[in-house]
């Protein structure tokens, strides 16, 4: 019972995990199309903090709303409804969060709204990749003319 569990919660903590990547790259693609794929040091360092407070809001916000308890495979609308829902609030949270630390000084005001644009395409990606994969391990249909 207890390795049972303790499997459940390493298996949900590698589900966040891989949110959290997938999220981070969500971040860095929005201030590089923002930027004209032109990587500027600078202004990585200026996103760097409301990176930091995006995944920080990922790790509170997920969990809260369930978002690592589905199976991926298994997904369905409401479960892309309630991503959306996360997505929403922790670009909200971490916007908010960033403009009391430092006004989000330096950083567009176009990339949260890419960056969730771009989490939303992720992470609903990902679960549809997941739901789509025994479909293209199954054999080829043959087509008898």
Not at 73 to 90: F, G, K, N, Q
Request: with cysteine.
């Amino acid at each position: 019972m207890v390795s049972l569990f303790r499997g459940q919660v390493m298996h949900r903590l590698q589900l966040l995990l891989l949110d959290c990547v997938l999220i981070a790259l969500a971040g860095v693609i929005a201030l590089l199309l923002r930027d004209n794929f032109e990587p500027s040091t600078a202004r990585f360092a200026a996103f760097v903090p409301l990176l930091a407070l995006t995944l920080a809001a990922a790790v509170i916000v997920f969990p809260v709303l369930g978002i690592n308890r589905t199976i991926w495979r298994l997904t369905a609308l409401s479960d892309y409804l309630r991503l959306l829902t996360a997505i929403v609030l922790t670009v909200l949270t971490a916007v908010a969060l960033g403009f009391g630390y430092n006004r989000l000084q330096d950083v567009a005001r176009a990339v949260p709204v890419l960056q969730a644009i771009l989490m939303l395409v992720f992470l609903v990606g990902a679960r549809v990749g997941m739901r789509l994969r025994p479909a293209a391990r199954a054999k080829p249909v043959q087509l008898v003319a």
